[in-house]
């Protein structure tokens, strides 16, 4: 095993060569970069009242926008209550302030945690509709907020209110200059902080598998609807402390919080470049500094305005990182025309690695041992083994009258292949849906290792070391084969959630980042795709999408895995090999279930097979005696 | 109690057609025209401008409803084909459409000055009683108008094979466009369309507010509401929606106070997405699968 390890630690290095360039370089130039940011500050702060006022505002929009970008840009949720939440944070803080005298210190966390609880409110409100309504839903909740400043009188109705003054630095920092720029730039640092670990941290997948493969990202574990309810808690958060510098620029008044400014922060963002932590800090100083900087006609002015938006958005649809990271692929290419290919193979091409099923199985249980007991018990004599999985009188429709699944009966023995098969239309996959979670039973009772989940989602089967997956491939396309198959470790990395935020500082998280990507390599060898570990999944053949759905099923060491037609699009030597696997997998005890069409592999591999024609069971038993079976041979092989 | 009715169906009715302006847009393209109400606009501008030129009202009128259309069209070539020509499922439409937003209004205020200016009136002021009401023709042609051209979009899109392949380009456009409809050319329909009932709405409105180049702002995001309040499963459903939120307005306005009727329609409008997140006519597709989950269940079983 300690072999294993090693090699596996060698194959990572290798791996990392092609970056080791990019990695060398990181962190002194995030030093240098974050001496500049100071330098910055630091010239502001002692510059004219014009600059400081001018820099204060576009701090405070560029937190909004990089709060916004947490939600719009990770989790694809487009809010549009941002202003509104902006609102909250600076009337919080000067009535709070102005009429009950509190510590202006105390206020930013009062205000963070306060909007945050807005926030997280307000999600779990309009998260159950997502997209557009999601849009329309926090829209309106910031019409309602800037309207109810209008209208209060707490609030000073259309005249505003004026807000408190920020202390000055004690005598020893004087030497600092303007103490509130120095307030309004560190909380922006301490913003993309934030965001920077959380793109860095394990969670960042999976919050993408969210967003763009929401069953995949529940399949591993992930509870998706409280995940995104608990970054728009964040972002809110993000968007109180806003709300709190901004009081400090002299005065509020609703017309600063109206439904446009909610607009505009969503414009900083897409302008700048969506889900780059970066580009909304540049789109937010462009929008709020460019109608104070150019001197013409204001009307002349907001039509040059508005055609940047529309020329931007049409010549780089990212932004204006978009367009930078054109500028940079120009340049580089234009310097050294020969630059290595960014997805180098790590290992040589050709036949898969020598599979290792004890690497993984030991590193998964390592991974998981504090978060479950160890339920992988070896059964030699499948047959006689105990159920792994055991539905009783399932039934299922989508439409009434007309049932998909009609009371079947399905056990599965622990550590044996089970293979599904019926002629399309037989309710195959809705039976998987059934067994995974994805959809809820009418009627009977589903069991996992002898514990009943019928009622359970998939993040709970998952926890319960239950994988699945899916016919057509769900998996995040801007990410790499790696980074997919990491997903699925999920509920393997404890406390994932809390971490996230603050990952890079953390003494394990590079510990845990290894262990990811090792686990990963792991995995993506024993299903022999190593080699397009580091490619996007919008690059890699339909095949290897396949594998890479296997080995994110593998990854964490499940009890059970349910493979939806792992064949389909495979090339006849990718079958043998994935036949080949599933040995493997038995032989560590893995109990499998298996959807598949091609009869011959199906017979030939797995223990038990059970037959489905229009959601009944036609047959079920050891391979052998189902494929004598007459009506299986009548319904199903055509013969 | 009949005249706020009334009177809120009148301004409702104008909410309603920018409302199903937004929708058509959406129904066709999944995008939301932020320009919407700058069509409106540049409708009661036009009309303004050429009346002005000493035209006949009706032929100004005519004219801008005209540009509303024209102007809705260029929004769809300069600011929404080419965004999702790159990714259909972007949002960076919202960014280039509030750029033409932008546009449009201040190109206007540089045309025609911030100000408002006159407006041709088509119709005398005269009131008619209805019952204990009283409604200016004006106000009645509104509602007559919005309410025909509701009638006929749903006909259109339900009775001929023009509107039938709107529908599908607005299920899968991928499919339609493999079943050969021309997804381009719809979308194009669909601006124009957008742009002629943001016209008609603003012909219609222009003789009360007069033309200014701000308003835009005020009916687009009535017109927003209007559609939130109908959901985007049926452009019908933002008439609706728009009638609803005039008659709200008017409630708020006469039961509570001026001021109410800023915010009373939005608390009216969270309750409704609280309880129906996707419109108040999905409550009834919601109750019709509840209840036929429930039946098919016990068929099943039985």
């Known amino acids: 095993m300690r072999a294993d390890v090693l090699s596996a630690l060698r194959t990572g290095e290798a791996g990392a060569a092609g970056r080791r360039w990019a990695l060398r370089w990181r962190e002194p130039a995030l030093v240098a970069a974050l001496g500049v940011y100071l330098w910055f500050t630091y010239y502001v702060a002692h510059g004219t009242l014009y600059l400081q006022g001018l820099v204060l505002v576009a701090a405070v929009f560029a937190i909004l926008a990089v709060s916004l970008d947490l939600v719009a840009g990770m989790a694809g949720l487009y809010s549009l209550g941002h202003a509104g939440l902006f609102a909250l944070g600076a009337y919080g803080t000067t009535i709070l302030y102005n009429d009950h005298h509190w510590n202006l210190f105390a206020l930013l966390p009062a205000s963070m945690v306060g909007v945050g609880l807005v926030g997280l409110v307000l999600g779990s409100l309009s998260l159950r509709v997502s997209g557009l309504y999601f849009a329309i839903t926090t829209f309106i909740f910031t019409l309602v907020v800037t309207v109810l400043a209008s209208d209060l009188k707490i609030t000073g109705g259309y005249g505003g209110l004026i807000g408190p003054v920020f202390p000055g630095f004690p005598a020893g920092l004087h030497w600092l200059g303007q103490s509130l720029i120095w307030c309004g730039m560190l909380a922006l640092l301490v913003a993309i902080l934030i965001s920077l670990g959380l793109r860095r941290s394990p969670l960042y997948p999976v919050l993408l598998a969210i967003r763009d493969a929401e069953r995949f990202a529940a399949a591993a574990g992930a509870r998706t609807a409280l995940l995104k309810i608990g970054l728009f808690g964040v972002s809110a958060a993000m968007a109180g402390a806003a709300g709190w510098v901004f009081t400090f620029q002299g005065f509020i ?387 | 109690m009949l005249q706020v009715v009334l009177s809120g169906l009148a301004i409702g009715a104008i909410y309603g057609l920018v409302g199903m302006g937004f929708a058509i847009a959406f129904y066709v393209t999944r995008v939301i025209n932020f320009a919407e109400g700058q069509l409106l606009m540049v409708g009661v501008m036009i009309a303004a401008a050429i009346a002005r030129g000493g035209a006949n009202p009706v032929l100004a009128v005519a004219g801008g409803i005209a540009a509303a259309g024209a102007a809705g069209v260029v929004t769809y070539l300069v600011a929404v084909k080419p965004v999702l020509a790159f990714d259909r499922f972007s949002f960076a439409w919202l960014v280039s459409t509030l750029g033409v937003a932008l546009i449009l209004q201040n190109v206007a205020a540089i045309i025609w000055g911030p100000t408002s200016r006159s407006f041709p009136t088509l119709l005398n002021g005269t009131g008619v009683h209805i019952g204990s009401a009283t409604l200016t023709v004006q106000e009645l042609l509104t509602i007559g108008v919005a309410v025909a051209m509701a009638a006929a979009f749903e006909l259109v899109r339900k009775r001929t094979l023009f509107g039938k392949a709107g529908m599908a380009v607005a299920y899968d456009p991928e499919m339609a466009s493999a079943l050969g409809v021309d997804t381009g050319t719809m979308a194009i329909v669909a601006f124009a369309g957008a742009g002629i009932f943001a016209g008609v709405a603003g012909v219609l409105i222009g003789p009360i507010t007069y033309s200014n180049p701000y308003l835009g702002n005020t009916y687009g995001i009535a017109g927003f509401v209007a559609l939130m309040i109908g959901g985007t499963e049926r452009p019908v459903g933002a008439m609706v929606g728009g009638l609803i939120l005039g008659i709200l307005e008017e409630a708020a306005k006469s039961l509570i106070n001026t001021q109410a009727s800023d915010w009373f329609p939005f608390v009216v409008v969270v309750a409704i997405l609280l309880l129906m997140p996707e419109g108040v006519f999905s409550i009834g597709g919601r109750i019709r699968s509840l209840a036929g989950l429930r039946r098919s269940a016990g068929e099943a079983v039985s």
């Open chain 1, 253 to 639: 008044s609703p017309g600063q919080f109206d439904w446009t400014v909610s607009v505009n922060i969503l414009v900083m963002v897409i302008l700048g470049g969506l889900n780059t932590t970066i580009g909304p800090v540049l789109g937010a100083a462009f929008v709020s500094m460019f109608p104070a900087q150019v001197n013409m006609n204001p009307f002349w002015q907001e039509v040059l305005f508005g055609g940047l938006f529309v020329g931007v958005i049409i010549v780089y649809p990212g932004g204006f990182v978009g367009l930078l990271e054109n500028a940079g692929r120009w340049l580089v290419r234009s310097r050294s025309p020969a630059a290595p290919p960014a997805a180098a193979p790590s290992s040589p091409a050709g036949e898969p690695a020598p599979v290792r099923v004890a690497a993984l199985e030991s590193a998964a249980l390592e991974g998981a041992e504090r978060t479950r007991p160890p339920a992988v018990t070896p059964a030699r004599s499948a047959a006689a083994g105990p159920p792994a999985v055991e539905c009783r009188g399932v039934v299922f429709a989508y439409t009434r009258g007309v049932p998909v699944v009609n009371g079947v009966d399905l056990v599965v023995r622990k550590g044996s292949i089970h293979g599904l098969i019926g002629p399309n239309g037989s309710g195959k996959t809705t039976l998987v849906d059934l067994i995974a979670g994805r959809l809820k039973p009418l009627a009977g009772t589903i069991a996992v290792d002898g514990r009943q989940l019928e009622r359970g989602g998939p993040p709970a089967r998952a926890r319960n070391g239950f994988m699945r997956t899916f016919q057509a491939p769900v998996l995040v396309r801007e990410l790499s084969v790696g980074e997919n198959v990491g997903v699925g470790l999920y509920s393997r990395v404890p406390r994932i959630t809390p971490r996230a935020p603050v990952w890079p500082v953390l003494p394990g998280a590079r510990r845990d980042g290894r262990r990811i990507r090792e686990q990963a390599n792991d995995a993506l060898r024993l299903v022999g795709a190593e080699r397009w570990r580091s490619s996007r999944i919008a690059n890699v053949p339909h095949g290897i999408q396949q594998l890479t759905q296997l080995a994110a099923a593998c990854v964490a060491g499940p009890s059970t895995v349910i493979l939806d037609e792992p064949l389909a699009g495979l090339s006849p030597t990718e079958v043998e090999h994935v036949a080949e696997i599933l040995g493997e997998l038995k032989g560590t005890g893995m109990s499998v279930i298996l959807i598949e069409h091609q009869p011959r592999f199906v017979f030939a591999l797995c223990d038990e097979v059970t037959v489905l024609d229009a959601g009944e069971v036609v047959a079920t038993g050891p391979a052998a005696e189902v494929r004598a079976n007459a009506r299986v041979r009548e319904v199903y092989l055509g013969q």
